[in-house]
């Protein structure tokens, strides 16, 4: 009989772990250097914004161990590194748009030598007036693309006629991926025009396309190849290509070999951040706070370029329901021009920004009608049968709310949590608790609907060992080691006999941004399609084999099964050939033993002029609780307890799920509290380093920590019955943001609405606080 | 001319290592260990994340004689080291942990507890994490998690969250504390004893650099006379990142760290003396029982890597505004002793720093203990500091306060520094004006607070603004008034 090698509920590590704590993996820096290889480095503009009049490259050229220096006069195709909208230069002609805008390129023997180098160009800059924020943006009308609209319902009608209204503004801020390894690249020119391209990018095909572009030769002369990235986090979906174009742009005019690793305090200047909006809303409920009527307009900081900024933007429209039915919802969004780096995709996309709005909208309204903000949620639910309709008219179908809320409001224990937290800033002046539920639904597919495709290559050897290729990149996310699980069970073969090799253009082709949540999704079923390729051709074969040697009925090829590293017939399980050897015999049978798989995700569409459609081939569900204590005085805050209930369907790894939900979730807390940007009145960015940007550290986590993946629920028509995880639980962050504002307003007896923003650093809650200290007084 | 040597000499993978800088080109005297390591061909685990030691990816362990017959295992940022930091020490990098026979690996506890329990994603900075809890495990049984957090303090990771390697901590710490190191702790140890017997000063002359490094204060007072120019560096911590961030050379070096006359803390009744080496986190541990209110603003001073390298004499004499020990020592009336050839000198610490990064330190001197005056029975202390990220953060506003009521409860004695309010760290003299012979109560606190609120002007910058520095000032007046009524209130 065959057993089952690995207990199913013991999932597969990180396939890297080993590597990761042995210090073995390695990253773009890491690669080995000849000694031609060169030090490539990007000359930026400290201005905002500046005509460039003049600048004489000479000096810098002539310095020894200077091996180039490359103006937008050296570029032998396009200057232009823009993903979708061909409006962002490669190296700045004529003007520069923001601080930290590429206008040079040197490649020298050494780093020291660039710098010198660099200090040796000349360049006079004529001053312009930069816009450094939305509200001059409007004023001045700079915009990157038409305003974006999405409308169910009457909403003007409905929200007069609601007995309550409330309006107001949310600000949301910027946020710097502070990915630990900065973007690198490393290229290589070889034959010809040939370029191969070692990149950290989640998007290899479209760092080949750009870098095909600037060099003016077809994609096939070049290669982009991605190991693996020290994070990404949306950071590398767009700005991996710009370092990457610049180290080809040094390589083809060197005809040697360059790496460009930028320096912590360049890449935080120089690259695009998550967008800062300013949201205004008014809404209409009626006594038991369920709401009748949303009103949004959305204001995004675009930056210089139009990047990834539409799709971002639409992405927020979308989510500004995030859990709620609302009959009457207009959102409208619009992104502004600004003198600052282009701003780019971060895990959310645009989401986090849409939630925040509505959220804040049920906190006021819970406030306003002294209800409890979590039975109001619940109450402003999408539901089962009905009201379950967005307001771009998908249906929330397998809805995992009702489930959810049951499931964390039984962890937490939250009224009895609810009870304490009164009680406690009853007895405290100078301390006080705070409580917050969140829930998150999230959108999962690219809104772009032709993205939703994916490539494999599947390569089996004689000796019955296995290559995985496949379109996806490897971010620490643990995408590689999905697509082994995913790949051993398919195969029936032990883990160790597959090896996950590095996203090779040459290998799957025309592929899609590791991004939107989606690798694994589209990804495993490209690889899966692939390995039912080759097993569909096994059959025949192995059928014939197991009828050898045996007595009675022979094996029929639709009762073969892969499993435990054997092929066997499940009518007659006695009957077995290892994998190994049926592979043996199929090469000499002249089988292929190695196939491509596709995939594309049916049934999506979006008509973007109507706002109607299905862009969503489904929606992730999860919720938390989070309890917060703040001293009032000071303004910290410190996370006591955190529940999470989160939806990953049939989970194709637990480990490596749990791990985005809790990195997703403390990413989330560094947006909404301690990661603070701000620029000086040049449109300078202030906090360039860790010294003054603090992403979350280890004391910043909750004293208690339960993360639940939901059980018993699986996805329909995805891998395994699987669902994406890597951005929805970002989402969960705006439970500590929310509980630290309750705890603020508790301060006032809940009769003021507190001054809130994102992030809620400690100055803002110390602002806050101050206020309705005064409003109290007075 | 004294006898002089201008190499160094380590342990790194079981070997000693020797580099004469005078022969050499490949390395400067200031050469950072990482990356000296990263030009290694097997020690490119070791990662640059910041170069500024906030983010622990470039975290190593060195082993160093403990001065009590055996060895000290500390982690430190290996970006903010120079090379002869680590003469006589055995360098440990996280390619020495595991143990390779053949194809075999077997992974160090630490790490094999960091595989298990999940705590690596994108993996950049798991070699610093593992570094960090290598460290732990050589000097820790069954940490507390107070523990485990502070030896993490100075790692970031933006993947995991952090939970996962909490417990990787939790369960390797769990065990023996042995390891492949134990088995060889007697020859290492010998090794770097041979190494340090010789007490001659390393002085490096090269083209563009001077680098000194005396090991007695006879040496370090000899050497500074005939440098005067010489900028003095011991943890380095701070002025290393002139030359990683502002990528300055430093033209010629007196580098202290060495000298263990240096390092030193003695106390009588009244009195505690720092040697101006003395180390930062030997200082909290000493201060924990003796001397609390400093104890509090040491625990929130950098990281654990920053606090094994960093001293008290470097951060009094870097005259930094936001130097986190100052509003403490300044209120205690400390006085640093200068030595110099043939004489030296005692003067307040309020005289010593003259300015903005500025001290009035005479160029053949140097700057060799810190006098603390332990307060008195019947005052009160208390130090405070606001940050953004309450760890590894520099203060956007720190405190302060000394506080003698009499027997009415009227504020016979008020003291009140704040740093970051300021170009250098200020008393608070208006509001301690207006407090003094004023009954101590929650009315007088508050109209201190307007009086506060309006003393200084401070500037705003990427730490915050002004509006938030005068409002964290006036409520740490509040905060301490509170805690001179013994309130029971839970901290953050």
């Known amino acids: 009989m065959v057993k089952s090698e690995t207990n199913p509920n013991i999932s597969l590590q990180h396939e890297s772990a080993i590597s990761h704590v042995t210090g073995q993996s390695a990253y773009i820096n890491d690669m080995p250097v000849n000694d031609q290889m060169l030090v490539g480095k990007v000359v930026y503009s400290k201005f905002a914004h500046a005509a460039i009049k003049s600048f004489n490259l000479d000096k810098a050229r002539n310095f020894p161990g200077v091996r180039a220096v490359l103006s937008v006069h050296n570029i032998p195709g396009a200057n232009q590194m823009g993903p979708v909208i061909h409006d962002e230069p490669c190296l700045a002609d004529k003007v520069v748009n923001f601080a930290g805008q590429a206008i040079f390129l040197i490649a020298a023997i050494d780093e020291e030598t660039a710098r010198h180098a660099e200090n040796l160009i000349e360049t006079e800059f004529e001053p312009l007036e930069p816009i450094l924020d939305i509200e001059t943006a409007i004023l001045k009308n700079s915009k990157i693309g038409d305003e974006k609209r999405i409308e169910t319902g009457d909403v003007d009608k409905n929200l007069q006629s609601s007995m309550f209204q409330i309006s107001g503004t949310l600000r949301t801020g910027a946020q710097e991926h502070w990915y630990l390894e900065t973007q690198s690249c490393v290229c290589i020119p070889g034959e010809g025009s040939e370029m191969m391209v070692y990149s950290s990018t989640q998007h290899p095909s479209e760092t080949q396309a750009i870098v095909a572009e600037v060099l003016d030769i077809p994609r096939n002369e070049v290669t982009v190849e991605v190991k693996r990235m020290g994070g990404a986090f949306g950071g590398k979906e767009t700005q991996g290509n710009h370092v990457a174009a610049w180290a080809a742009l040094l390589a083809d005019a060197t005809n040697c070999p360059v790496k460009i690793h930028l320096f912590r305090d360049d890449d935080q200047i120089m690259t695009g951040k998550r967008h800062r909006f300013i949201s205004h809303y008014r809404a209409g409920f009626d006594a038991d706070g369920k709401i009748l009527a949303l009103d949004v307009e959305l204001n995004a900081d675009a930056g210089a370029a139009t990047d990834l900024s539409l799709a971002i933007l639409e992405r927020a429209l979308f989510h500004i329901d995030n859990a709620y039915f609302v009959p009457n919802l207009r959102v409208t969004g619009q992104a502004w021009k600004t003198n600052l780096p282009s701003n780019t995709a971060f895990r959310g996309f645009g989401g986090p920004q849409g939630i925040a709005v509505i959220e804040t909208v049920i906190d006021r309204i819970a406030r306003q009608l002294k209800l409890d903000p979590a039975r109001l949620r619940q109450l402003n639910f999408y539901q089962t049968r009905q009201n379950n309709i967005t307001h771009y008219g998908e249906e929330v179908e397998n809805n995992r709310l009702p489930m959810i809320f049951d499931k964390i409001i039984s962890n937490s224990g939250y009224f009895r949590l609810r009870e304490e937290v009164e009680a406690f800033n009853q007895k405290n002046e100078f301390y006080k608790k705070g409580l917050a539920l969140t829930p998150v639904k999230f959108g999962i597919s690219f809104t772009t609907s032709f993205l939703n495709q994916a490539g494999a290559l599947i390569n089996i050897f004689r000796d019955g060992s296995v290559v995985v290729n496949h379109g996806g990149t490897e971010m620490g996310q643990g995408l590689h080691t999905k697509i082994l699980e995913i790949a051993s069970k398919e195969l029936g073969i032990s883990h160790n006999q597959i090896k996950v090799t590095a996203t090779n253009t040459s290998k799957v082709p025309n592929t899609s941004a590791t991004a939107a949540s989606s690798g694994s999704d589209l990804n495993g079923m490209a690889v899966k399609t692939g390995i039912e390729k080759i097993k569909n051709r096994l059959l025949t074969l192995a059928a014939e084999l197991l009828s050898e040697n045996h007595g009675g009925e022979n094996s029929s090829p639709e009762n073969i099964s892969f499993k435990d590293n054997l092929v066997f017939d499940s009518k007659n399980p006695d009957r077995t050939i290892s994998f190994r050897d049926l592979i043996s015999n199929a090469y000499f049978r002249q089988i292929s033993l190695s196939a491509t798989g596709f995939y594309k995700t049916p049934d999506i569409h979006f008509d973007k002029i109507k706002g109607r459609g299905r862009p969503f081939h489904y929606f992730a569900f999860g919720m938390s609780v989070s309890e917060v204590l703040v001293d009032t005085l000071t303004g910290y805050h410190k996370i006591l307890k955190t529940f999470i209930v989160h939806d990953a369907g049939d989970s194709l790894s637990e480990k490596i799920d749990i791990g985005q939900i809790e990195g997703g979730f403390i990413q989330g807390v560094g947006w909404c509290t301690s990661e603070d940007i701000k620029w000086n009145e040049k449109g300078q960015l202030l906090n360039h380093s860790p010294d003054t940007y603090k992403i979350p550290g280890v004391r910043d986590i909750p004293l208690e920590f339960h993360v639940e993946l939901l059980k018993d629920a699986p996805n329909h028509s995805t891998i395994r019955g699987s669902k994406a995880v890597g951005e929805p639980p970002f989402m969960h962050g705006f439970s500590v943001w929310l509980a630290i504002k309750d705890a603020i307003s508790s301060i006032g007896n809940n009769r003021f609405e507190p001054d809130f923003q994102i992030p809620a650093t400690n100055e803002v809650i110390l602002k806050s606080i101050e206020n309705i200290r005064k409003k109290i007084k007075s | ?492």
């Open chain 2, 1 to 492: 001319m004294a006898p002089s040597k201008s190499g160094i000499a380590f342990i790194l993978d079981n070997k000693i290592t020797e580099i004469d800088f005078s022969a050499n080109d490949s390395f400067k005297p200031t050469t950072t260990v990482l990356n000296y390591l990263r030009s290694l061909p097997g020690h490119k685990g070791v990662k640059e994340g910041c170069a500024e030691g906030d983010c622990g990816a470039c975290t190593i362990v060195v082993a160093e004689l403990d001065g009590r017959g055996g060895l000290a295992y500390k982690s430190l940022d290996s970006c903010l080291v120079f090379l002869p930091a680590i003469h006589g020490k055995q360098l440990i990098t996280v390619e020495n942990l595991a143990i390779k026979k053949g194809k075999e690996i077997k992974l160090h506890p630490v790490q094999e507890s960091m595989v298990k329990k999940d705590g690596s994603q994108c993996g950049y900075c798991t070699p610093g994490v593992v570094m960090s809890l290598f460290a732990l495990y050589k000097t820790h049984q069954n940490p507390s998690r107070e523990i485990i957090e502070d030896s993490l303090t100075g790692n970031l990771c933006r993947c995991t969250g952090y939970r996962p390697i909490i417990d990787a901590a939790t369960e390797a710490c769990g065990l023996d504390g042995r390891d492949h190191f134990s088995e060889n702790e007697e020859e290492i140890f010998s090794t770097l004893q041979n190494i340090s017997e010789d007490k001659t000063s390393i002085e490096i002359y090269n083209p563009e650099q001077i680098f000194l490094k005396p090991f007695t204060i006879a040496e370090a007072i000899r050497l500074r006379k005939e440098h005067p120019d010489s900028l003095i560096v011991n943890g380095s911590t701070d002025v290393a990142l002139l030359q990683t961030k502002k990528k300055i050379l430093l033209p010629k070096i007196l580098d202290l760290s060495a000298v263990d006359e240096l390092k030193l803390i003695v106390e009588d009744h009244s009195k505690i003396a720092v040697g101006a080496g003395t180390s930062m986190e030997e200082l909290l541990q000493f201060c924990e029982t003796r001397l609390p209110a400093l104890a509090t603003i040491l625990k929130v001073f950098g990281s654990l890597q920053i606090r094994n390298v960093a001293t008290l004499g470097g951060n009094i004499a870097s005259a930094s505004p936001i130097g986190d020990t100052l509003p403490l020592l300044l209120v205690l009336d400390t006085k640093v002793r200068l030595l110099a050839p043939g004489r030296q000198r005692e003067l307040l610490l309020s005289d010593f720093i003259t300015g903005y990064r500025k001290t009035s330190i005479e160029a053949d001197e140097i700057l060799a203990l810190i006098i603390i005056s332990k307060p008195l029975k019947n005052e009160i202390i208390r130090t405070y500091k606001i940050s953004k990220r309450k760890d590894l953060d520099i203060s956007s506003v720190s405190a302060c306060f000394r506080l003698k009521s009499d027997k009415n409860n009227n504020v016979a004695q008020i003291k009140i520094i704040f740093g970051g309010m300021a170009a250098t760290a200020l008393h608070a003299t208006k509001t301690e004006d207006f407090l003094l012979g004023q009954s101590w109560s929650r009315e007088t606190v508050e109209k201190a607070m307007e009086i506060l609120y309006h003393e200084f002007s401070p500037i705003s910058d990427a730490r915050a603004d002004e509006e938030s520095r005068r409002i964290m000032a006036k409520n740490l007046l509040m905060k301490f008034w509170i805690e001179t009524q013994e309130s029971k209130n839970h901290s953050v």
